[in-house]
């Protein structure tokens, strides 16, 4: 159960939280005793009553003196699971986000208490970092959801568990609790996701259709860029892709899918088989195809399109609440869209 947080005992704030839990013989067989963040984790997840509580959080928790046993405070996240013991835990609120709430436009697919989706638009960095302090994706998260931001690792911010370049458009999923910040980590790590993206790029790859293997580390002489690396140097990475339509033998419109989720994955891999993004100022520095067979329009448009032509187009997953399967499609953005009208005329379907 939660105590009424109106009738706090000495030391805690008015405002906290307090569940309780008992290992009675019933729990204990529901959940055999373990180390008591693992435990109390599995059993508050367990249950509909209370909101549930990320091992990680569990542990900060009993690391501050926030869980106790009978009384007797535990300090310790690895001490067995005392059977009969009642247990206490105190949740503080969460506390304030450390980035600024800033109301900038969202598009939002799907929303719901666990997990948010955004059809993010190209020119908006994710997380706020040096040269980009505000007006990202973190802030504007933080002031639409406001207090249904129930913390993450105890502050109330977005869950971020994946990311798209800020010159990158398309759908991403953020989480809003703990529980499912790290469920939505877990199926990220595991593979699970389905995410699709169109890509413009420079020249037309044969064969039209193939896997892209590649591990992928920081560029050993520049820092800033990422690069296909020799095994055991970075981490392994896979991209499918499939070409879509060609435009003479300048560029193709591509269907990316993501096998793993690496830093640039597509635009490193695409650029190491030499065929960069359109418009990529990192990876297709001074790379143009053969501009044959399409008119001077539209070679000046491939020139002159201004960022990496890249749409994270679908993105599909199991809710980590509800076990619902969900997909989300977004349509080409009014640039992308532009481009591919003006190469149309150039355009022809490729044969796979």
């Known amino acids: 159960m939660i105590s009424d947080p109106s009738c706090p005992l000495p030391g805690e704030t008015a405002v906290s939280s307090v569940v309780i839990v008992d290992a009675s013989p019933e729990a204990l067989a529901a959940q055999p005793g373990d180390r008591i963040d693992r435990w109390l984790a599995h059993s508050l997840g367990a249950r509909d009553d209370v909101p549930p509580l990320s091992r990680n959080r569990l542990k900060s928790l009993i690391l501050d003196g926030q869980v106790s046993a009978d009384g007797a405070t535990i300090s310790d996240p690895s001490d067995s699971v005392k059977p009969g013991a009642r247990y206490r835990i105190v949740v503080p609120p969460a506390a304030p986000a450390e980035p600024e709430a800033q109301d900038l436009p969202l598009t939002v697919v799907y929303e719901d208490a666990a997990l948010i989706v955004i059809d993010k638009p190209a020119g908006m960095t994710v997380h706020p970092a040096p040269g980009a302090p505000d007006g990202t ?16 690792g105890g502050v109330r911010r977005p869950g971020i568990v994946h990311r798209i370049d800020k010159d990158t458009s398309g759908l ?15 199926l990220f790590a595991e593979h699970t996701i389905e995410r699709v993206y169109r890509a413009i790029c420079w020249g037309v790859p044969v064969p039209p259709a193939g896997r892209i293997e590649g591990a992928i580390g920081r560029h050993p002489r520049d820092r800033v ?14 991209t499918r892709y499939r070409t879509l339509r060609r435009f003479g033998d300048a560029a193709a419109l591509l269907e990316c899918r993501l096998e793993t989720g690496r830093t640039h994955q597509i635009r490193v891999h695409l650029a190491h088989v030499g ?16 501009l044959g067979g399409i008119p001077e329009s539209a070679k000046d448009r491939l020139r002159g399109f201004g960022r990496q032509a890249l749409h994270a187009a679908v993105l599909g ?24 009208g003006g190469l149309e005329g150039a355009g022809q379907h490729a044969p796979l």
């Not at 994706?137 to 993450?152: E, R």
């Not at 980590?320 to 591919?340: C, I, M, N």
């Open 317 to 340: 997953f199991i809710h980590p609440v509800s076990g619902e399967t969900l997909r989300f499609e977004s349509p080409l953005p009014a640039d992308l869209a532009d481009l591919l």
């Open 225 to 238: 860029r990422m690069a296909v690396r020799p095994e055991g140097s970075g981490k392994p990475a896979v």
């Open 137 to 152: 994706l973190v802030n504007a998260l933080i002031a639409h959801c406001g207090d249904s931001l129930s913390g993450i």
């Open 275 to 290: 065929h960069p993004l359109v418009g990529d100022p990192v990876y297709g520095r001074g790379r143009t195809a053969r």
């Open 172 to 186: 991403l999923v953020v989480a809003k609790n703990d529980a499912a910040h790290h469920a939505l980590a877990r």
